[in-house]
T-cell receptor
Framework: DAGVTQSPTHLIKTRGQQVTLRCSPK?????VSWYQQALGQGPQFIFQ???????QRGNFPDRFSGHQFPNYSSELNVNALLLGDSALYLC???????????????FGPGTRLTVL | AQKITQTQPGMFVQEKEAVTLDCTYD???????LFWYKQPSSGEMIFLIY??????QNATEGRYSLNFQKARKSANLVISASQLGDSAMYFC?????????????FGKGNQVVVIP
């Protein structure tokens, strides 16, 4: 049973560029959440996708956008990169449609983005 | 406003000893879930233990137990019989529960180093 996978593992970009990060959820999961983790900080919620729509969004600018595909995989896009976007980007999947209060999120290994 | 507070500095613990990691939270909801995750240097967030706000008993998972004091809004993690592999960052997180909401708010984490 494959867990959450993310690609690429590492990425180096320069200011102003655009980046796309990819995530495949754990088998059977229907929801993908994205988190940004700056160095020395806890993860910060970016947004969540369910049924191919953005359902919730954290306090992130519109430069951060995403997409969910029919197979539940997801992309995170960041435009006009800033130095402050350097971070570990974590994807987490869950099964929201289960309706369970206990709704564990399974995290992927992350993509480490460095903006120069 | 910060919802999860983890303020302990980095901790050194002797192998086979127990260690307690503090976590306080802030919410006005009656229904919520509290999670602890372990993040080794590889970056992946590993789920450890869950406590629901309505659970009357403290959660336990192997060597991990959660000391839940609802009135004080604290959810401390206790790791018993520490092992060298327990060296990692530990994050407390909260999910304020309503149907479909699966976003987690994380604290800044506690660094634990287990020494032989």
């Amino acid at each position: 049973d494959a867990g959450v996978t993310q690609s690429p593992t590492h990425l180096i970009k320069t200011r102003g560029q655009q980046v796309t990060l990819r995530c495949s959820p754990k088998s059977g999961h229907d929801t993908v959440s994205w988190y940004q983790q700056a160095l020395g900080q806890g993860p910060q919620f970016i947004f969540q996708y369910y049924e191919e729509e953005e359902r919730q969004r954290g306090n992130f600018p519109d430069r951060f956008s995403g997409h969910q595909f029919p197979n539940y995989s997801s992309e995170l896009n960041v435009n006009a990169l800033l130095l402050g976007d350097s971070a570990l980007y974590l994807c987490a999947s869950s099964l929201v449609s289960s309706g369970s209060i206990y709704n564990e999120q399974f995290f992927g290994p992350g993509t480490r983005l460095t903006v120069l | 406003a910060q919802k999860i507070t983890q303020t302990q500095p980095g901790m050194f613990v002797q192998e086979k000893e127990a260690v307690t990691l503090d976590c306080t939270y802030d919410t006005s909801d009656q229904s919520y879930g509290l999670f602890w995750y372990k993040q080794p240097s590889s970056g992946e967030m590993i789920f450890l233990i869950y406590q629901g706000s309505y659970d009357e008993q403290n959660a336990t998972e192997g060597r991990y137990s959660l000391n839940f004091q609802k009135a004080r809004k604290s959810a401390n993690l206790v790791i018993s019989a520490s092992q060298l592999g327990d060296s990692a960052m530990y994050f407390c997180a909260m999910r304020e529960t309503f149907y479909g909401n699966n976003r987690l708010a994380f604290g800044k984490g506690n660094q634990v180093v287990v020494i032989p």
